[in-house]
């Protein structure tokens, strides 16, 4: 009997160590790991530049609070605006609370300049930007929101790529802010069509509406760039990023403009762990490993083997969607089916909505084991259809 509350369906695996591409399970099976987390553990496990700075920061100091002054945020804040735009960074410990930032700073923003006339915030059906109530009322999926209602009552909602339906709810003139993924993560991999990014852009700077990319699970390196809009030529005003960060160490941030970041004044948002030492030191080593240009070619050239490997084995049974090493692949089978064919096989895959599944793997992977994960997913494959 568990003493946990039972809101995960776990899979029956308890995995007990890691080391680069591969987990071990508590009965000594090893897998492969095309799952690094759901897109965490991005440099794999066990990474030694990384346990190095864990190891030395746990046994220097573990934490001081954010009303002292703090060299590693300061450090981490340049070099992610190197790699990204001009603006100023906030730090927190998940996902949903960096979205949860993005929205309370569309809120001031609506709230000061508009004098609360603009107030809602758009968002796309399929999208998925976290768990917190402001967060789930974001995401445009009943399967979140149901049991939970009534969401919070400034949210609006058009379909994904529609230009159309977004026109015709920003007319209205009280959208504040638009949220968005540029590859929609747990529905799939769903892409983005870039003439939709640019007259979005083209809309906000029309109407004076925030646009905020969701990098949550798209950015650090996953799609082939450090963050996935550099594939767009859009710039946000605001992004968030959670997830592979600091390889596996809880971290969030939002980037903001100034002119919006500035809204946040003392004491108008905070968190007790967000930004600590420990944690900001790893995330600049996981951004400095990440940005080397190779790295990130790399991740393009291996992508492309592991889709092709699969398609030319499978063709027209697998559909791919997404860049680089964020790869969805579409199935005639529940993502469940082939999460548990997978493992049986040794393979960790993640499950993703439309009858995807998502292969993540670590992104300094080598070509030889992303050969042996696409070969134990052919096989997966060729076993359910018989
Ligand atoms: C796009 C996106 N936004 C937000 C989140 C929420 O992040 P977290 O689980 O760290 O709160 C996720 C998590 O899967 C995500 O993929």
Do not use: W
């Not at 609360?116 to 399967?143: E, M, P």
């Not at 990023?241 to 390889?247: I, L, P, S, Y």
């Not at 944690?279 to 050239?301: H, Q």
């Amino acid at each position: 009997m568990s003493n946990l509350i039972n809101n995960y369906a776990r899979n029956n695996i308890e995995f007990i160590s890691g080391d680069g591409s591969y987990l071990t399970s508590i009965d000594g099976r090893k897998y492969l790991d095309f799952g690094s987390g759901i897109s965490v553990t991005n440099l794999g496990h066990n990474h030694k530049n990384i346990t190095d700075i864990i190891v030395s920061e746990a046994a220097k100091l573990l934490h001081v609070s954010n009303l002292y002054l703090s060299t590693p945020q300061e450090e981490l804040a340049e070099i992610i605006v190197k790699e990204s735009f001009q603006g100023k960074l906030f730090f927190c410990n998940s996902g949903a609370e960096a979205n949860e930032a993005a929205i309370k700073l569309a809120r001031l923003y609506g709230n000061k300049k508009y004098n609360g006339k603009k107030d809602k915030i758009l968002s796309f059906n399929n999208s998925f930007h976290g768990r917190t109530y402001a967060t789930l009322s974001a995401t445009a999926q009943d399967k979140i929101q149901n049991g939970f209602t009534p969401i919070a009552q400034y949210n609006r909602f058009a379909p994904f790529n529609d230009i159309d339906a977004v026109l015709n709810i920003v007319k209205n003139g009280d959208i504040v802010a638009i949220i968005l993924e540029l590859y929609q993560g747990e529905s799939g991999i769903l892409p983005i069509d870039p003439l939709f990014l640019k007259q979005l852009r083209e809309i906000c700077d029309k109407e004076d509406i925030i646009l905020i990319f969701d990098e949550i699970q798209t950015g650090m390196g996953r799609t082939g760039e450090v963050f996935a809009y550099k594939h767009f030529n859009v710039e946000p005003d605001i992004m968030s990023m959670a997830k592979a960060m600091a390889n596996g160490l809880p971290i969030g941030a939002i980037i903001a403009k100034d002119h919006i970041a500035s809204l946040f004044t003392h004491g108008t948002h905070g968190t007790t762990f967000g930004g600590g030492a420990m944690i900001t030191k790893v995330a600049k080593k996981v951004i400095e490993i990440i940005s080397d240009k190779t790295f990130l070619n790399d991740i393009t050239i291996k992508g492309e083997l592991l889709k092709s490997t699969i398609e030319n084995k499978l063709n027209d049974r697998v559909t791919f969607h997404g860049k680089g090493l964020l790869l969805g692949v579409e199935t005639r089978f529940t993502p469940t089916t082939v999460v548990g064919k997978c493992l049986e096989n040794g393979l960790v895959v993640i499950p993703a909505g439309n009858n995807t599944v998502r292969l993540f793997p670590p992104l300094n992977i080598s070509k030889e084991d992303i050969l042996i994960g696409a070969e134990l997913f052919i096989k997966s494959i060729n076993e359910l259809d018989g």
